[in-house]
T-cell receptor, first 113, second 111 residues
Framework: GAGVSQSPSNKVTEKGKDVELRCDPISGHTALYWYRQRLGQGLEFLIY????????KSGLPSDRFSAERTGESVSTLTIQRTQQEDSAVYLC???????????FGSGTQLSVL | QKEVEQNSGPLSVPEGAIASLNCTYSDRVSQSFFWYRQYSGKSPELIMSIYSNGDKEDGRFTAQLNKASQYVSLLIRDSQPSDSATYLCAVKTGTASKLTFGTGTRLQVTL
């Protein structure tokens, strides 16, 4: 596609429910990042995928968070048993071979009631 | 100590003035430095990258890097109201895969 695509753009869920967020990177981009941005805050690194290498999961805040990526394509971020503090914008970005210029998607606004 | 630190602002400058945005980082082996601009409600976009000590100019933007002081800055000359946004400093360490962002500085350019 022309850019990084994220879905859904907005998600409202009840505390305790599981949610799945999707990211479709730019075709040919081998690197994919997930970041979280709380209201008025900076970007918090969650996880990084590069090709077929083991992902860098060092930013995942708890075992409720997990992410998968199929080859060099779509990635899903799953949050289990959501909590109110999980409310944030979840941003996905991709880059070419780990080149540092990241292209960001428009994000998923997650609201946990 | 945060890995990448920025003043949150807001930094207010009049139209036509020079805006100076600053960033410090903690890891001495960091090698790559970036400035992203984020308009309210939008996603970040890359505006400058710098890898070696000194200045790098691109139009009205100049990035400055001082590795000895672990300091990187962004100067915006002839500031315009359209420059009003949050500017995020990002750092990549050679052995790490992730790009670490600061919390951003909100810039307001006033008429």
């Amino acid at each position: 596609g022309a850019g990084v695509s994220q879905s859904p753009s907005n998600k409202v869920t009840e505390k305790g429910k599981d949610v799945e967020l999707r990211c479709d990177p730019i075709s040919g981009h081998t690197a994919l990042y997930w970041y979280r941005q709380r209201l008025g805050q900076g970007l918090e690194f969650l996880i990084y995928f590069q090709g077929n290498s083991a992902p860098d999961k060092s930013g995942l805040p708890s075992d409720r968070f997990s992410a998968e990526r199929t080859g060099e394509s779509v990635s899903t971020l799953t949050i289990q048993r959501t909590q109110q503090e999980d409310s944030a914008v979840y941003l996905c970005a991709s880059s070419f071979r780990g080149d540092e210029k990241l292209f960001f998607g428009s994000g998923t606004q997650l609201s946990v009631l | 100590q945060k890995e990448v630190e920025q003043n949150s602002g807001p930094l207010s400058v009049p139209e036509g003035a020079i805006a100076s945005l600053n960033c410090t980082y903690s890891d001495r082996v960091s090698q790559s430095f970036f400035w992203y601009r984020q308009y309210s409600g939008k996603s970040p976009e890359l505006i400058m990258s710098i890898y070696s000590n000194g200045d790098k100019e691109d139009g009205r933007f100049t990035a400055q890097l001082n590795k000895a002081s672990q300091y990187v800055s962004l100067l915006i000359r002839d500031s315009q109201p359209s420059d009003s946004a949050t500017y995020l400093c990002a750092v990549k360490t050679g052995t790490a895969s992730k790009l670490t962002f600061g919390t951003g500085t909100r810039l307001q350019v006033t008429l």
